[in-house]
Structure formats: structure tokens, C-alpha cells
């Protein structure tokens, strides 16, 4: 295949990249974003194999892992639960920071079979594409892991901190720009070894320090970091494709990172560079033993529910954990046939990603003109008979507005406290993510529902009758 033709199908996968990220940007046309990127990766893999000449050995390895890897990856999509998909994008991002690592190695140790000169002799540019793309993929990578044990349960999701911890991280930083560019002088091999070894260092000194509550935005940062190594390394292999696709992944996921960090009323430079100012999240922790709790059951929420004229429905974390989107919805039906109007309110960070509840709701076929972001909603709490919490913990805290010490200070959260009357689905009374009691559950319009959320989501239907 001509180099043009190929630049023009380069062109052509990258036009439908942006469209699937212009897809993704609702609920309402997020399938037809996937099918736009599905068919945009296909075109820029196919391309490339097509660019690469004629038949031999070697593609035929690469044809055979690529089938292994798509074979892999295929199962577990199928075979994933969207309760673990914050963990799935995390692990997968770790993967492509690796590649881009694995790919930089290549490029330098065999420097002619990518035309970018002989060993020793490698051009200054390239060289430079190279290290930036193994550094920020070797970062991506560690910190990726980081990330996927805190949101699997395997590493703490507290905050794991040491003294001088940032300027330790600081020094890294700049003692990585200072190795590039003496390797750019000397292209020694220790140098670029000791450049990726110090990325993969600091990797995890960026991700330890940043706790539960913050766990959203660092999955749209690592997303954004394993873009731009990609484009580092598209560079390195002049490929079109790999530039246009990781520029779009890495500047995408950094608008994404502002935009949760401005939700969570985080600093943006904070968190990227590893929770700097961040608080002790175990110090506030409330002695919720010597706090009376008002508690309930099916039938007590099923009458508050039946003489509301207005519930609104607060998802979280605990409803993907327990599956009950479709108890929910189900039990939303039936409130809607007594001429209950019910909307739903989705905080930015609810669940473990952006976006979470939103595919949930989705799933379940909640029309979308019923689901509405907290800037729409938080003023209509006041005016609500009902609100039905369902899982959600961090962001209903009202202490987010009246403790300063509280780590989720400042973050704006749903107003659920000023509805008449609040119904919390919630197993016990252990703290949410961000690891501090919830005020919310001792209000005295509050009534506690402890049980599994889908199993009390049909109890309550089934009381209605």
C-alpha cells in the first residue's frame, strides 16, 4: 500500500476516533461512539499490516499473539461485571503503558530496522520521542497497578504517606529530564535503562498517596497518560495512526481529569502529581457507635413512597455491587402508575468512574430524559417528598459542607438532607470509599434500609401491592 493511501486511511480511522469520543459524550449515542471507534481501530490495524510489505515470519507472530491478546481480551469483556470495570480500565491501561515501554526498548536497541539510525547514532529527536514515551508509559504502567489493587480491595485505599514524600517525587521528576538529556548526548545504555527503572518508581510514589475519594479522577488521569505515551511512541515510529489516536486519548482524558477534579473540588496539580495537599482521610472519622440510627423496612418505605407526590433516586456504588438497575427500575414503574414523578440524580463521581451509573441506568433502559447531573437537580431535593439513596455514601455527606477537616471538604455533593424524607439502601453503616462516617445516616429525616440493595429494591415493589 502507497504511502498516501495509507495517510488517508490514517486520516480516515482518526476522523472516526473523534467521533467516537463525540459519541461517548451521552448516554443517548455512546453505542453508536463505540461502533465509530470499533471500526476506526480496525481500519488503522489493518492499514498497518498492509504497510508493512510482504508476507513473512514475523508477521506471522505478531498475527498469532494479536490473536491470543483479542482472544483474552474478548472474554474478559463478555465475562466482566460492570462492578469491576473501574479495576478493568485501570489493568488495561497498565497494558498499553507497557507496550509503549516494550516499544521504546525496541526502537532502541535495534534503532535501524525503525530508520532511525544506527546504535549510538540514534537522531536526537527520536531519541528524545523515545524516552519521553518509555517514561510516561513506564509510569502509566506502575501507577495503573497501583490503582488496580486500591479498586480491587488487594491494597489499601487509604492514603499511604512518608515524609519529604513529594519532594522525593519532585527530584525523580526532574532527575528523569536531566538523564534525557545527557542519553541525548551520550546514548549510553544505563541511562535509559536508569531512566525507565526511575518511571517505573515513580509511577507508584504518585498513585500511594492519593486515597478512595479520589480513585475517579486518577483513573481519567492514567488515561490520559497512557494517550500521550502512545503518541510518544507514534512519533518514534513515525506512525500516523498511533499520534492522531493517543494525542485524542491523552488530551481527552486530561479535559475528563479537569472536569472531575473541578466536580470534586480537588486541585488538578495536586492530584496529578500525586494527592500533593491531600488530607489524612482516617483522621475524621466519627464515633457513629454513640449516634442514634432510625432504621426501617420494605413496608415502612413502600408508604413513604406511596404518599410522596415526588421521589428522586440517588444511585451509587452499592446498587452496580448489587445489581439491582432492573429491581430498580421495575420498582420506578410502579411508583410512575400511582402518578409519582421520579427523576434520578447522578453525582459526577458516583461509583468508582466517570460515567458509571449513567451505563447502569442505561442498561436497565432508564430513559435518559429522566436522569439528570447534580447541577440540574441539587435545587429540587428541597421540594422532594422522598429521596431514595441507593448505595451512594461520599457524595450525599453533608460534611463535605461544614467540616473543614473532612478530606471530602469542599466537594460538592447531592443536597439528599433537605428532602422531606431520606431512604438509605445501604448493608451496615461502615464509611464509603473515602473511608468517613456519613452525617447523613443520623439525620432525623433519614431512615436506614440495611440490606442487600436489590433485594430490598423488590421487597419494596412487592409491598406496593
Known sequence: MSANLSASFYLLSGILFILALRGLSSPETSRRGNYFG????????????????GFNLNLVYVLIFLLIGGTIGALIA??????????????????????????????????????????????????????????????TFTGSIIAFLKLRGIMSGAPIIFAKQHYINLILGIAI???????????????????????????????????GADMPVVISMLNSYSGWAAAGIGFTLENTALIITGALVGSSGAILSYIMCKGMNRSFFNVILGGWGAADQNSNKSSKEQ????????????????????????????????????????????????????????????GRMPGHMNVLLAEANVPYDEVFELEEINSDFANADVAFVIGANDVTNP??????????????????????????????????????????????????????????????TKAFD
Open 291 to 350: 449516634k442514634p440510627v432510625k432504621s426501617g423496612n420494605a413496608d415502612d418505605a413502600a408508604f413513604l413512597m406511596k404518599n410522596a407526590s415526588s421521589v428522586i433516586i440517588v444511585p451509587g456504588y452499592g446498587m452496580a455491587v448489587a445489581q439491582a438497575q432492573h429491581a430498580l427500575r421495575e420498582m420506578v414503574d410502579t411508583l410512575k402508575k400511582n402518578n409519582i414523578k421520579v427523576t434520578y440524580a447522578i453525582h459526577p463521581v458516583a
Open 177 to 211: 529530564i536531566v538523564l534525557i538529556f545527557y542519553l541525548c548526548r551520550h546514548q549510553s545504555d544505563s541511562l535509559f535503562w536508569t531512566i525507565i527503572g526511575l518511571s517505573f518508581l515513580i509511577g507508584v510514589l504518585l498513585i500511594i498517596p492519593i486515597g
Open 399 to 460: 460534611v463535605a459542607k461544614t467540616d473543614p477537616q473532612s478530606p471530602i471538604y469542599g466537594m460538592p455533593v447531592l443536597d439528599v438532607e433537605k428532602s422531606k424524607s431520606v431512604l438509605f439502601v445501604k448493608r451496615s453503616l461502615s464509611p464509603g470509599y473515602a473511608g468517613i462516617d456519613n452525617d447523613l445516616f443520623y439525620r432525623d429525616n433519614t431512615l436506614m434500609l440495611f440490606a442487600d440493595a436489590k433485594k430490598m429494591v423488590e421487597e419494596i
Open 78 to 139: 463478555f465475562r466482566i461485571p460492570m462492578t469491576a470495570m473501574p479495576e478493568l480500565v485501570a489493568g488495561f491501561h497498565s497494558l498499553v503503558g507497557l507496550a509503549a515501554v516494550f516499544v521504546a526498548i525496541s526502537a532502541f536497541l535495534k534503532p535501524e530496522a525503525f530508520n532511525l539510525g544506527n546504535i549510538g547514532e540514534i537522531k536526537i529527536a527520536s531519541l528524545i520521542e523515545m524516552s519521553l514515551g518509555a517514561s510516561i508509559g513506564a509510569i
Open 38 to 53: 470499533i471500526a476506526g481501530m480496525i481500519i488503522a490495524i489493518l492499514v498497518t499490516f498492509l504497510s508493512v510489505g
